[in-house]
């Protein structure tokens, strides 16, 4: 019998501060959708990728039906729990759904009510994710869960490590096997046994990690921050190094997908749902599983990478640097769309797919191309670099971080005029960042 434990609303707490940022009449946020994820969404909007004729299932509160966009996009609601009627209490369903439309503006919405008076029903959840399972949902999104007592040791991080690289079978159950499965997990595995795309909230409470996300089956999703640092080039000046890091929460290293924090947009609940819309941007369930290999291998070797970065080159560990070699390439092999030359000669048979028409790899691995090209380039090897980092460029034209170091790149190869341009549209993407500004100088002395 799976064991019982309480659940909760993950994120409710934000929830009033974020859908007081939203003008219902307008369907207008009063901060700011910029930013690399929301630029790679309307990309994929520009090329007609608005998740027409895909369904989600939201297992959350009640939305409030009186705003014009959600009314005009769900088309059922259930609810599993007596309810109070008041708005408050639909406060957090209405905000992970006004996000999911957002992102996938042309989705339906089936809204399965699990919370009563802020009050998760783990039972209720769990016949709530059974019905989606039986509906023709093709996505479900848990943006709550049942936290479980968990700590990263050493050990715990040798052995995601040897997962990552491919040395043993991945399991997030095998990083907290102590934790007995709970109702949440066995519906939300059963769920996705059937082919629905299960997102769930990573959790963002220290020393805790959240079911049914730590399932293999589901897809957990977490925020990541940036860390930015200017670093010697083997080749002379600098390279501006953006790294994905994980939040001070130990259990986001268990995230599947993570997205670059949002400004008002706090807590692993609003990442969910994101991430569920972008699911619903034409993903197939191949694709998907190919983007999370890739993204744990490139976000594993990006916290090598920072860890390296931080050490004098004569010090660093020579183990620290395969694993990042490695990773990358691991990375870079998984991804579901080949781009570039590298990319063809690891996955021989795979058709190439022009880069600025591809509608997720901006979203999912424009990180990975961009770290990747940057641990390249740091490494002394800049033709593979370009490579990279051109494809970066591509798949994310609005990326300050990919036009700044292919300028390094190119720089490093001595294409002196071209690294003038690009850094140029550095600048243009990120006006007055300073290590943009002292590069383009140095060039045109």
């Known amino acids: 019998m799976p064991h019982p434990l309480w659940c909760e609303l993950e994120g409710a707490a934000g929830a009033e501060a974020v859908l007081g940022g939203y003008d219902p009449a307008s369907d207008k946020w009063r901060f700011s959708l910029e930013g690399p994820f929301w630029?790679?969404?309307?990309?994929a909007h520009g090329l007609g990728y608005r998740g027409?004729?895909?369904?989600?299932?939201?297992?959350?509160s009640l939305c409030d039906l009186s705003i014009p966009k959600l009314a005009?996009?769900?088309?059922?609601?259930?609810?599993?729990?007596?309810?109070?009627g008041a708005k408050a209490s639909m406060q957090h369903g209405t905000v992970v759904a006004l996000l999911i439309a957002e992102v996938a503006p042309e989705c339906r919405l089936d809204i399965y009510s699990v919370v009563r008076d802020g009050v998760v029903d783990p039972y209720a959840v769990?016949?709530?994710v059974r019905d989606a399972a039986g509906s023709d949902a093709d996505i479900v999104n848990l943006s709550l869960g049942t936290p479980h007592k968990f700590s990263f040791t050493e050990e715990v991080i040798r052995m995601f490590s040897e997962i990552l690289l491919g040395r043993a079978a991945f399991s997030k159950r095998k990083l907290s096997p102590e934790n007995p499965d709970c109702v949440l997990c066995e519906a939300a595995s059963a769920a996705a046994v059937k082919g629905k795309k299960v997102f769930a909230a990573a959790g963002n409470n220290s020393g805790s990690v959240f079911c049914p996300g730590r399932q293999d089956a589901v897809y957990a999703v977490g925020f990541m921050s940036?860390?930015?640092e200017n670093l010697p080039a083997e080749g002379g000046g600098e390279t501006?190094?953006?790294?994905?890091l994980a939040p001070h929460a130990p259990q986001a290293m268990l995230a599947d997908f993570r997205i670059r924090e949002i400004p008002g947009m706090l807590g692993t609940s609003f990442a969910s749902p994101l991430f569920a819309g972008a699911a619903a941007l034409g993903l197939s369930n191949g694709e998907l599983e190919a983007y999370r290999t890739s993204g744990r291998a490139g976000a594993d070797a990006s916290f090598y990478q920072a860890t390296l970065a931080a050490t004098a080159p004569e010090r660093q560990d020579p183990v620290l640097l395969q694993r990042a070699d490695e990773l990358f390439q691991r990375a870079i092999r998984h991804l579901p769309h080949v781009h570039n030359v590298l990319q063809a000669a690891m996955s021989p048979g795979h058709p190439y797919m022009?880069?600025?028409?591809?509608?997720?790899?901006g979203i999912f691995a424009e990180f990975i191309y961009t770290n990747a090209g940057l641990y390249k380039l740091c490494?002394?090897?800049p033709k593979e670099a370009r490579i990279l980092l051109e494809t970066a460029r591509a798949v994310a034209p609005w990326s300050a971080d990919a036009a700044a170091n292919l300028a390094a790149a190119w720089r490093d190869l001595g294409g002196i005029d071209r690294a003038k341009e690009l850094f140029e549209t550095a600048l243009s993407l990120r006006p007055g960042f300073p290590a943009y500004t002292m590069a383009l100088e140095e060039l045109r002395k």
């Open 72 to 84: 005009g996009l769900v088309d059922r609601v259930k609810s599993y729990v007596p309810q109070s």
């Open 240 to 244: 501006e190094r953006a790294f994905s």
């Open 226 to 228: 940036e860390s930015r």
């Open 379 to 381: 490494r002394g090897n």
């Open 354 to 361: 022009d880069p600025t028409e591809c509608p997720s790899c």
């Open 52 to 60: 027409s004729g895909k369904r989600v299932a939201v297992i959350d």
């Open 39 to 43: 630029s790679a969404v309307k990309h």
């Open 126 to 128: 769990r016949d709530a």
